[in-house]
């Protein structure tokens, strides 16, 4: 079987960015989430990318990577911001970590 690569298969800890080797990997998580509950936010409202620029005062272009769930355009600063847009508080929670997270854990709720 001359010319066959063996592949190297590596279990991850289950943090992608993490897995990844990327050294800002807490804070690519953070933005990620934060996206994800603007976008599920967007979607109950049913607003479109004009009105959340708008509302946002960004470019169409800039709530189009949001969609997408592209958030390197934004800081977690920023999407801080963009959810005190949406008339909401944000509370952020530093407490000890759990002996059930090995490495560094980040959660965003959204309270209706």
């Known amino acids: 079987m001359a010319g066959k690569k063996r592949e190297t298969v590596v279990a991850g800890i ?6 990844l080797g990327l050294a800002d990997s807490g804070d690519r998580k953070l933005r ?3 996206a994800v509950r603007l976008n599920e936010w ?3 409202h049913r607003l479109s990318q004009a009105a959340v620029a708008k509302r946002f ?6 709530v189009s990577d949001l969609r997408n ?5 934004f800081s977690s600063e920023r999407f801080v911001r963009f959810i ?3 008339d909401r508080d944000v509370d952020i929670v530093i407490c000890p970590r759990d002996s059930a997270h090995e490495t560094e854990h980040v ?3 959204f309270a209706v």
């Open 14 to 19: 289950g943090i992608a960015f993490q897995d």
């Open 32 to 34: 990620v989430q934060l």
């Open 42 to 44: 967007i979607d109950e």
């Open 57 to 62: 005062g960004v470019p169409q272009p800039y």
């Open 69 to 73: 769930h592209k958030p390197s355009r």
């Open 84 to 86: 005190t847009l949406l």
């Open 107 to 109: 959660s965003v709720l």
